[in-house]
């Protein structure tokens, strides 16, 4: 059994910062890539950032300069620094680890919400 524990959601005025975390615990022995994805009203899910076990990012057009995602491979945990926030920023952000077996795991989400 894999848990996946988010943080760090919250309410932020526009230009405001978040960090979310997000641990993989459990029966998980490795892990490959790591990512948040996001879910806003009324859309689907969409990756927001991700990053390789070797540290390489990748990002959404609209989050690039603003976001960046990191991990610390000794917690199995990935965090997303969140700056200057937008109101297109709101939504639930999920947590995915995709583990050295390459099985699929998701966060129950946190919701970000960034009012104007």
């Known amino acids: 059994q894999v848990q996946l524990a988010e943080s760090g959601g919250g309410l932020v005025q526009a230009g405001g910062s978040l960090r979310l975390s997000c641990a993989a615990s459990?029966?998980?022995?490795?892990?490959?890539?790591m990512g948040w994805y996001r879910q806003g009203p009324g859309k689907q899910r969409d990756l927001v950032a991700g990053?390789?076990?070797?540290?390489?990012?990748n990002y959404v057009d609209s989050v690039k300069g603003r976001f960046t995602i990191s991990r610390d491979n000794a917690k199995n945990t990935v965090y997303l620094q969140m700056n200057s926030l937008k109101p297109e920023d709101t939504g639930v952000y999920y947590c995915?680890?995709?583990?050295?077996?390459?099985?699929?795991?998701w966060g129950q989400g946190t919701q970000v919400t960034v009012s104007s």
């Open positions: 995915n680890v995709i583990s050295g077996r390459f099985r699929d795991y």
């Open positions: 459990g029966s998980i022995f490795s892990v490959n890539a």
């Open positions: 990053i390789t076990s070797g540290g390489t990012t």
